[in-house]
């Protein structure tokens, strides 16, 4: 069955320094593998997909992350965080068995501060 | 364009009473999910729908019924509300192929079942 963790509750860095929010996966096949952030008292929105080619994508206001096939890893990045960047992230793995369907990771609060 | 728009926006019911949950999209997409977030277990797809006329099983389809009877909009029905179903409820509405996975989430609806 294919899967997502996300190993940490909540990660918190102070403004200005690089943030990382971890996700692994188990899949089979080839993962298709998203990142989204839901702000407080809103929807998901999407922020970066890897499908296949370069490992590092980049994404929306200045995300990006690092696929990583030995580790079963995408780890979402920024180089400096902003205070403004506070938000629950979601990981999150295309359905094999139905590829319109998404599965989610229990989610990761991110804490900047000032 | 308005995108994915959630009606109503809070509700509070009594134990075995029925409502409806509204969920209309205007970006002329083929497919419509809803899903239900809760603490601590990210979200979890109830339903969806891959086209007009068209209804699926998502992972927690029990004490829920949907219905599409029109491309925009996606209808989640409690026929008798129990508290297990106490959470936030989140509408979302996505091309097909490969965009199947950008979805775009409506604000969603807060349901307490007392």
């Not at chain 2, 809803?34 to 699926?56: C, F, N």
Request: hydrophobic share 35%; aromatic share 12%.
């Amino acid at each position: 069955a294919q899967s997502v963790a996300q190993p940490e509750d909540q990660v918190n860095v102070a403004e200005g320094n690089p943030l990382t929010v971890k996700c692994t996966y188990s899949v089979s096949g080839n993962p298709y593998l998203f990142w989204y952030v839901q702000y407080p008292n809103r929807g998901l929105q999407f922020l970066l997909k890897y499908i296949t080619g370069d490992n590092l994508v980049k994404g929306s206001y200045g995300f990006e992350a690092e696929f990583n096939k030995s580790q079963t890893s995408f780890h979402l990045k920024k180089p400096s965080a902003l205070v403004s960047d506070s938000a629950l992230y979601f990981c999150a793995v295309r359905d094999s068995g139905a590829t319109n369907k998404l599965i989610f990771g229990t989610g990761t609060l991110l804490a900047v501060q000032p | 364009n308005a995108g994915v728009t959630q009606t109503p926006k809070f509700r509070v019911l009594k134990t075995g009473q029925s409502m409806t949950l509204l969920c209309a999209q205007d970006m002329n997409h083929e497919y419509m999910y809803w899903y239900r977030q809760d603490p601590g277990m990210g979200l979890r797809l109830i339903h969806y729908s891959v086209g007009e006329g068209t209804t699926a099983k998502g992972e927690v389809p029990d004490g829920y019924n949907v219905s599409r009877l029109k491309k925009q909009n996606f209808l989640l029905g409690l026929e008798s509300a129990a508290p297990s179903q106490t959470s936030v409820y989140f509408c979302a509405s996505s091309s097909t192929g490969l965009a199947a996975n950008e979805q775009f989430f409506g604000p969603g609806t807060r349901l307490t079942v007392l």
